[in-house]
């Protein structure tokens, strides 16, 4: 697809798409300039970039979540934070099942725990 056709999709701005790509956030076009085409990875790095800023995320930390090699820490409560693996960001996989799993698993873990009156 065209940048008109991208931008149709994806109801960003031309401004935005370039910023994207310029920052990082997804990769540039196939094609280059003339004949610039844009696949499913770039829908999926602008939906993932817009869901992040959706959660309150700015730029900058977006960045580093993407760029991370060991993982990202995200604190649930004071007691629990969950490693989130990059790859799983960068993937747009739908948080959904993964939400429920991470509550089944926590379930478990606190109705095996001995103190698990909280």
Same mark, same amino acid.
């Given at each position: ?27 540039? $076009? ?14 999926? =790095? ?8 959706? #959660? ?31 790859? #799983? ?7 959904? $099942? ?7 698993? #926590?379930? =478990?873990? #606190? ?8």
């Amino acid at each position: 697809m065209n940048i008109r056709e991208l931008i149709a999709a994806t109801q960003i701005t031309e401004r935005q798409v370039r910023y994207l790509i310029s920052e990082g956030f997804m990769p540039p $076009p196939e094609g280059g300039r003339a004949n610039a085409s844009y696949g499913q990875n770039h829908l999926d =790095a602008i939906q993932r970039y817009n869901r992040l800023r959706d #959660l309150g995320f700015p730029p900058a930390a977006i960045k580093l979540m993407l760029e991370a090699k060991e993982g990202i820490p995200f604190p649930v409560t004071p007691d629990v934070t969950l490693i989130i693996a990059p790859g #799983l960001l960068k993937s747009g996989a739908d948080p959904e $099942p993964i939400a429920a799993a991470v509550q089944s698993l #926590l379930k =478990a873990i #606190l109705k095996e725990s001995p103190d698990a009156d909280r």
